[in-house]
């Protein structure tokens, strides 16, 4: 699973230019329309780039798990991505999108166990899981 999350942290980097409100940029459309309702696990999730690729998915009506470095940062950070509306008509009946917090750090093993008995507030185990730590 680490290689995978090393993998999309490189990938991350080239989206880190975009303004937010945009779609990050190396996001292909049909990329941007499959993440209606999924599971993504952010590390990293107050940075700068995190936050606008959280906020180009909340609007597609995704399900994050956004981890910060600190409970004052993932308070901001979750205020910043649900300040978004989801795109009209994007979200499917009787589905929301979802945005919670956790901090901490993955190198924090007792963080991770906790990490994953959470899971369950967004719908299951993530789908994608994009790094910016
Ligand atoms: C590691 O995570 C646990 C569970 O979240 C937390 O109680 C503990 O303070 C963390 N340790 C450090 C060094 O941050």
Redo the contacts with the bound molecule.
């Keep these: 699973m680490w290689r995978l999350v090393f993998l999309l942290g490189t990938h991350m980097q080239a989206t880190a230019q975009s303004t937010p409100g945009d779609v990050p940029i190396g996001w292909s459309t049909d990329y941007v329309r499959s993440l209606t309702q999924k599971r993504v696990l952010l590390w990293g999730a107050d940075q700068a780039a995190a936050i606008v690729d959280a906020q180009a998915a909340y609007k597609r009506c995704a399900r994050l798990l956004l981890v910060c470095s600190s409970h004052d940062a993932m308070e901001d950070v979750i205020a910043q991505v649900t300040s978004e509306e989801p795109i009209a008509g994007v979200c499917p009946p009787l589905s929301a999108p979802v945005a919670i917090g956790a901090a901490?750090?993955v190198s924090?093993a007792?963080?991770v166990l906790?990490l994953t008995g959470r899971y369950q507030e967004i719908g299951g185990a993530p789908d994608i899981v994009w790094n910016y730590v």
Excluded: D, H, I
């Design positions: 901490g750090t924090n007792s963080f906790e």
